[in-house]
């Protein structure tokens, strides 16, 4: 990190030891901080490194309120867990702007956007919504913004993989990683009117695969599509409780599929994994 130096110092620090890790390893992708995003940074730092170091480490943890004592309570941290994906948006947005006003070809790493302080206190729904919510933002909008690389900081300990001594188990958080796993090397699709984050969508070898959000904390959601398909799968993420040591549950999900579109409900705070083939 930058520690206590400035961009100038950081920058000369860390060309030195890029050459020396590309000397020893030519293809190496060495990634630098410090930006977060800050034009300084990014005019001092970011840029002079560009030829050796192209991509930029971008962190955030994402906050909250962590009380589930009453029922409002509850209500209240739900919904500031959920909506504090938009935190991830708003910085990664900024920095594109910070990298590409300096004229260089300069890259994100998104390297943390874990929930803060989750090493100390169990997952739970709530923070799972937060997730997926989060990586539906990376699924539609990391292209554009330049952002190849995305990490999840230490899964086991910061809330995705859960370790007791019986044994592991996934977390609400790692189930949600676990159902975005259905979109890797897919081919993104354009979602409109998405503007909260709800929908992502991905087809690979004929296949539509598509994953839902209903972030609500006590109303259902209706997705409706205007697309043709078989229905190969439809599987429902969903929970009576958001509060600390959750889980999803989960069920088939019911889709209504027409002539001319598709349809489905899902109950509050829940998500699903929907699989078409599609004429």
């Not at 300084?40 to 991509?55: F, T």
Request: proline residues 6%; aromatic residues 10%; contains cysteine.
């Amino acid at each position: 990190m930058e520690g206590p130096k400035g961009p100038e110092g950081y920058a000369e620090m860390a060309e030195k030891h890029a050459d020396a890790m590309l000397g020893v390893t030519p293809d190496l992708e060495p990634c630098s901080s410090g930006p977060y995003p800050n034009d300084n940074w990014a005019k001092y730092s970011a840029a002079p490194l560009a030829d050796k170091v192209k991509y930029i480490s971008l962190h955030h943890y994402a906050g909250g309120s962590k009380r589930f004592t009453t029922p409002e309570d509850i209500k209240k941290s739900y919904e500031e867990i959920t909506a504090s994906f938009q935190g991830n948006i708003d910085l990664a947005k900024r920095m594109r702007e910070s990298l590409d006003a300096t004229g260089k070809d300069l890259h994100i790493s998104f390297d943390e956007w874990n929930q803060w302080y989750s090493w100390y206190r169990p997952s739970c729904v709530s923070e799972g919504i937060y997730a997926a919510r989060t990586m539906h933002f990376y699924i539609n909008e990391s292209a554009a913004l330049d952002i190849p690389i995305v990490c999840y900081f230490q899964p086991i300990g910061e809330g995705a993989i859960l370790i007791t001594p019986e044994g592991s188990r996934l977390t609400a958080n790692g189930q949600i990683f676990e159902m975005m796993k259905a979109h890797q090397d897919g081919k993104v699709c354009k979602i409109i009117d998405d503007e909260d984050y709800t929908t992502a969508a991905t087809i690979k070898d004929g296949v539509l695969t598509i994953t839902l959000i209903n972030p609500n904390y006590d109303t259902d959601r209706e997705f409706s599509f205007a697309l043709k398909g078989k229905v190969l799968d439809a599987t429902l993420y969903s929970s009576e409780d958001v509060t600390p040591h959750s889980f999803f549950e989960e069920t088939p999900l019911e889709v209504i599929a027409g002539r001319k579109d598709i349809k489905t409900v899902l109950p509050p705070h829940s998500t699903a994994l929907i699989r078409l083939a599609i004429k």
